[in-house]
């Protein structure tokens, strides 16, 4: 990891201890310093650091109220604050974690062990901004693409419908239709994957589970015909009424029932299974495709994981996550099981009734 373009801001009332830290740090990094915290706060937005290394006990505002004030301000989110202090006792310390700080470090303090955890957490400050630029990225393709999106499959759509138009270009029409259409799933997908990750808030209701099963099953009958595939899923027995989000759940329910029906062979059969123990639900979805090679089967769950694998994880890496990510937001399991012919995956809720 190259270091010479991290920015640090050393903050401490001791001018010795401003020089020991800026003739450590400042082979490996940009250093700023400032002997209280007042003046701290003026630097930060003209020198926005990456980390700041803060003491605690400064004339004015220490460093708790510092680090209160930068938590407050969403220009410094991804700033990583280390307090640094002769102040050892768990209090102390428990005190500055809620103040918002990163991490604790008790003076005197040994050089290499401020330097490792300088450097770890300015590796997890790239690492949250690599995935904070993905998640703008996203946001701003799955804004940008919507509307012109809807407008081609309209014009597709209504030409298809115009008998002057001859059979050949009605098929070319369709192949743009459909392409358009895998196009916009992918961005409501990358949309509700977003939000998700933003902290989408649980909108929970008692419903009935067979229903949504039910629904999720005739959504993706015009795949199954096409195949020839059958869905066994009795909507009858054994129903199951809980608590939860079912507007997410159904995504949960179409997107596995999709993926089952896509990797069975013609005239193949997928099963929905339900169970109940006392105080979660078992919902199984089973196909008979391929399976998924032992080597993926810890991948298949990353958002974006692989694109060319045989089997499941075929562009499907989006459906999956947001999967995970919601069965999770419900305090619940869900994992696959695979053996040539049969893949399974199992999902495990609990039941709030």
Known sequence: METNHFKILVVDDDPLNLEILEEILSEKYVVRVADTGENAIQILPDFNPD?????????????????????ADHRYYLLKIILVSGKSMLEERLQGYDAGADDYIVKPFVDE?????????????????IDQIK???????????????NGILLSTELLRSDDAIGEEAKV???VIEDSGRRLLEFVKKTTLLCDIKSGLTLEKN??????????????VKKDAKAKN??????????????????RLLIKIFIYLIENAVKFSPNNGTVTIEKTKSKSSCEIRIIDQGKGIEPEWMDKIFHEFAVRDVMHHQKGLGLSLAIAKYIVEM???TIHAESVPSKT?????LPIQE
């Open 51 to 71: 980390l700041m290394l803060l003491d605690i006990m400064m004339p004015g505002i220490d460093g708790y109220e510092v680090c209160r004030r930068v938590r």
């Open 330 to 332: 419900h305090e619940g």
């Open 206 to 219: 008692s419903n009935s589970l067979n229903s949504f099963l039910s629904v999720a099953v005739k959504a």
């Open 344 to 348: 399974s995956f199992i999902i495990r």
């Open 229 to 246: 595939v059958n869905i066994i899923f009795n909507e009858i027995d054994n129903d199951i009424i809980f608590v939860a989000d079912w």
């Open 172 to 174: 070319y029409l369709q």
């Open 135 to 149: 998640s703008d990225l996203l946001r701003v393709f799955s804004h940008e693409t919507r509307t012109p999106l």
């Open 113 to 129: 062990e401020l330097e490792a955890k300088i450097r770890v957490f300015l590796r997890l400050k790239r690492s949250e901004e």
